[in-house]
């Protein structure tokens, strides 16, 4: 859902490009099916043991050698191309637009970079929640210390990784939606507010007749 939610902040970008919305949608089915696969893969090598942790019956998963670990790394290492790929095509379009807002002067189109603006501060963020989940996963592949069931260091990192990816999926990426619907209430309001300020504006060059006794 998040990566839709990318490619359709994309899309809006690029003004409705067809041939932008068709490169990305090409770039996430490759990545998608190319993740599928190797985890699939991996998946199908795995076994899962009975441990018993204070008094608690756990299955925990088990791969004899580190093919897993490899595959898991090369799942992560996909996908944060993929975020790049979208982070970089984000980045060099608020460039441009910026750019072009600078020839027609601060007033022209202030609203159109007020708006790229949210929209790159939402996707930085977000990209940066994506980086350290992955550089966490992938630290756990690859250090044995970490995938040590038996050790506590392992159960706390587990549980530093699993929040993180918690914040990251359904604080920070609803906010690719959020933070671009409270830019467009907060830009109706003002706009009612200008509204209202006009039409006081005209009530009072109104010129009330009154008789001479008055």
């Given at each position: ?123 930085m963020f977000y990209f940066a929640s994506f980086v350290a989940v992955s550089s966490l996963q992938l630290l756990a592949q690859e250090d044995p210390a970490i995938t040590d069931i038996n050790s506590t260091g ?61």
């Amino acid at each position: 859902m998040l990566e839709v939610i990318l490619i359709a902040r994309l899309h809006a970008m690029y003004q409705q490009s067809k041939q932008m919305l068709i490169f990305l949608i090409l770039i996430f089915l490759i990545v998608q099916i190319s993740c599928g696969a190797i985890t699939a893969v991996g998946n199908s090598q795995m076994t899962w043991e009975e441990l018993i942790v204070s008094g608690n019956y756990l299955c925990i998963p088990y791969v004899e050698g580190g093919t897993s670990q490899l595959m898991i790394s090369i799942t992560w290492i996909l996908l944060t191309v993929w975020e790049i790929v979208a982070l970089c095509l984000a980045v060099w379009i608020a460039v441009k637009h910026f750019r072009e807002l600078r020839r027609f002067g601060p007033s022209t189109g202030s609203t159109i970079g007020d708006c790229f603006t949210v929209l790159m501060k939402t996707h930085m963020f977000y990209f940066a929640s994506f980086v350290a989940v992955s550089s966490l996963q992938l630290l756990a592949q690859e250090d044995p210390a970490i995938t040590d069931i038996n050790s506590t260091g392992s159960w706390m990192y587990t549980a530093i990784l699993q929040i993180s990816s918690a914040v990251q999926m359904f604080i920070l990426g609803p906010r690719l939606i959020l933070g671009v619907r409270e830019y467009h209430a907060k830009l109706v309001a003002n706009s009612d507010a200008a509204s209202g300020m006009t039409s006081i504006a005209f009530q009072e060059r109104i010129h009330i007749s009154t008789s001479n006794s008055v």
